[in-house]
């Protein structure tokens, strides 16, 4: 139960630290010096504007979404994929949502709330955050079904990076 509990506050610290920091850094480039300053709460300090590092990619079932949201009391923006109303009502029954790179058979995971976790159950916590996967394999699929047997699962959605 501890091991438990330390592994997922180190998961939280890993992946809040992992989409802090460029986005922190970001965000301070982006605020005009002639602004007053904005409170840490404030989603004036984010510029949502050009910062989506998905606009590069063809989406198939999936939407950019920028969040934002303050784990631990760090308030951070961030983008990220989620499914597209469409792709999100369809009927899904007796399996798992799982990120899977089909060229290489490699998963990544979602952010649920501020952890991430390899499987959700509903469509309306699919959220993409893994740019570094996203950008290391040429098509990631959003699959439906058992994630021990990917070939099976169905694809429910897509992002090829253009190159």
Same mark, same amino acid.
């Given at each position: 139960?501890?091991?438990?509990?330390?592994?997922?506050?180190? &998961?939280?610290? =890993?992946?809040? &630290?992992?989409?802090?920091?460029?986005? =922190?850094?970001?965000?301070?480039? =982006?605020?005009?010096?002639?602004?007053? $300053?904005?409170?840490?709460?404030? $989603?004036?300090?984010?510029?949502?504007? %050009?910062?989506?590092?998905?606009?590069? @990619? #063809?989406?198939?079932?999936?939407? +950019? %979404?920028?969040?934002?949201?303050?784990?631990?009391?760090?308030?951070?923006?961030?983008?990220?994929?989620?499914?597209? %109303? %469409?792709?999100?009502?369809? /009927?899904? #029954?007796?399996? /798992?949502?799982?990120? *899977? &790179?089909? +060229?290489?058979? #490699?998963?990544? !995971?979602?952010?649920?709330?501020?952890?991430?976790?390899?499987?959700?159950?509903?469509?309306?916590?699919?959220?993409?955050?893994?740019?570094? !996967? @996203?950008?290391?394999? $040429?098509?990631?699929?959003?699959? *439906?079904?058992?994630?021990?047997?990917?070939?099976?699962?169905?694809?429910?959605?897509?992002?090829?990076?253009?190159?």
């Amino acid at each position: 139960m501890i091991r438990r509990t330390a592994l997922r506050a180190l &998961a939280t610290v =890993a992946v809040t &630290a992992a989409l802090a920091l460029p986005l =922190a850094q970001g965000a301070q480039a =982006a605020t005009p010096a002639t602004t007053a $300053p904005a409170t840490p709460a404030s $989603p004036a300090t984010i510029n949502a504007g %050009d910062d989506n590092p998905f606009r590069w @990619m #063809e989406l198939d079932g999936l939407r +950019a %979404d920028f969040r934002f949201m303050c784990p631990a009391g760090h308030c951070v923006g961030f983008w990220s994929l989620v499914l597209t %109303d %469409d792709a999100a009502q369809r /009927k899904f #029954e007796g399996g /798992k949502f799982f990120v *899977y &790179a089909p +060229a290489t058979g #490699e998963f990544s !995971f979602f952010l649920d709330t501020d952890i991430a976790v390899r499987t959700v159950d509903h469509p309306r916590q699919v959220r993409l955050v893994d740019t570094e !996967f @996203m950008r290391s394999h $040429p098509r990631v699929e959003v699959r *439906y079904g058992d994630p021990g047997h990917p070939d099976r699962a169905r694809v429910v959605a897509s992002a090829t990076t253009l190159m």
